[in-house]
């Protein structure tokens, strides 16, 4: 506890010594500062800073959310209005907010694709549902935005067939290097390296990592790259472009330099954007794999229900995890391959009952990855095209629920499906790609986020990837609830009451 408190002490002091500038000023740490972000009628405060173009940080956010409804919030206008667009983070993407680990030295905002933050006058902490603003600033005018720079020297070597296109600085730490080739299956214990001074030499240089590759300790380029590649490099943690003088592919063994770039000395790299450290999941995190079912002769029917996920820890890696998500086929939100020019059946048993929403789930395909189209602002619903057919609101029906087996036996399998409604209640719409159809689209809730998942627009199925086992399942037979019904409680009206009793048994069962 004591280190904590010392931690949040001596970073609120060294951020504090940053505002000595005036508002739109550099700071190479932290990037262009824009203000406070506070009310007069919450607790919420923190320092905003502009990353580059796309992206913002906030340092000291004291944040408790009293409510499920807000977001962070960018806006054409001065104070925020429903015309506005929401925010994303890391810890909750396009979901409400909640709290943030208090761990956290920053939270990393981004901007929504295709814009800019100078499209923007204000951001702010904003309740979509009640129009509410409750902590905002004001962007400055002509916002000057840190800048990456594209550098026009190359790496280029006589051995190993050493060569690559311009290279590109990112941020402080980060530069990205095009095309790169070199035959680094045959090259001995060769890394990049980077260093001060006037010529390479081993002794004042230091390994650099290559995103993606060195996670945990930096590896020997062993791979042979032919130029259809491009890498990112990473410089370590007290080391900047600032702070070297070049870049090198360099032979530890032998200490021989095969090839070097030499960092600018000018004033080229004076606005660069700050360097933001990338989140790292924890070792005993490991990424979901995805299902895949192939739209093949022998499956044109796609049924779509619900899945329990509460096993499942960390479902799409942020603070915030959906509690169901869509289940195809008995298939945990899978990737599906369809064929242009073929017609499919899409059944949808994801509830039609409003008054719980997460039993409320109309089925779109759309070109929004995260889906919740009910819960867009106007202006972000503009910029999603939806490619099924009819309103959105009309592809609702029965709800049928996959639950994870807690108590299992060992015949047992590990989910069951629990359903409400008659089959022919089931609501069914057809979809057929084309030749203009997007090649990559998303299934989605309308008014649940993040419960989808990809679709792949082929003209062949690929022969590559494995169709995922679906779960053999008699409809009927598992329709408890349906089988004890009458006929005649359907006519007469009692559906719609038994319907009520078996989402408020269920929803108790589960909570």
Known sequence: ????????????????????????????????????????????????????????????????????????????????????VKAHTYEYGITPLGSFPEDNDRVVVHVPEKNRIDDFKSFSIYSFKTDKNYASLVLPEALKIPKSVALTTEFSGKRYSLRSGPLYVIDRRTIKVYGFTFEGNKAPKTYFYAGRGASVSYSSGVKVAIRGKDEKEISEISENYRGGKDIILELPENYDIFHIDWISVYCYKYRVNFGSVLVPTDDTLANLPPYVPSFKRNSDEKSMTRGVLKGSAERRNFTFQLGDIEHIKNYNGNLRSPKYVWHVNSVMTPDLYLMRNVTYNFNVEGGREKMIPEFYNPLYIGDDENGGYNELSENEIERVTVHSPGPIESNTGPLCLWMHNKDKSANEPDTFLDCDGWPEDVHSFAFTPNETTPSVLYYNSGNNFNMGGRIFIVDELPEDIADSAEVPYNREKWHTLALSRQRADKVNGGKATLAAVFLIILTIMIA
């Open 1 to 84: 506890m004591i280190s904590q408190v010392v931690r949040t002490f001596l970073l609120s002091f060294v951020i504090s010594s940053v505002f000595c500038h005036d508002i739109n000023t550099y700071n190479a740490d932290y990037g262009v500062y824009v203000g406070e972000l506070s009310s007069p009628e919450s607790d919420i405060s923190g320092q905003v800073f502009v990353v580059n173009a796309t992206t913002l940080q906030i340092f000291n956010l004291t944040f408790s959310p009293t409510q499920q409804d807000l977001y962070f919030w960018l806006d054409t206008k001065e104070t925020p209005t429903k015309e506005g």
